[in-house]
């Protein structure tokens, strides 16, 4: 099974950028949207071409730290 990640990318003006990898179908866009409304706020979303591919069944969990 194909490892399934998360790339998560800050820049200096503190854009965040945050793309699946390894996610496959729609599931995908479920993660998407839990980050979404973790940071409140959404420019854009563009899908990949993993989001076309066959979901296959996994349970995962999200655990999300914040360092202050």
Same mark, same amino acid.
């Not at 989001?51 to 296959?56: A, H, R, S, W």
């Given at each position: 099974m194909a490892q399934e =990640?998360?790339?998560i990318e +800050?820049?200096?003006f503190g854009k965040v950028t945050v793309?699946?990898?390894g996610i496959k179908g729609p599931r995908c866009l479920d993660?998407? =949207?839990?980050?979404?409304? +973790?940071?409140g706020q959404?420019?854009?979303r563009e899908l990949t071409s993993e989001?076309?591919?066959?979901?296959?069944q996994v349970r995962s969990?999200?655990?999300?730290?914040?360092?202050h």
């Open positions: =990640e998360l790339e +800050i820049d200096k793309k699946t990898v993660v998407a =949207e839990s980050f979404a409304q +973790i940071l959404e420019e854009s989001y076309y591919e066959t979901e296959q969990h999200i655990d999300v730290k914040r360092k």
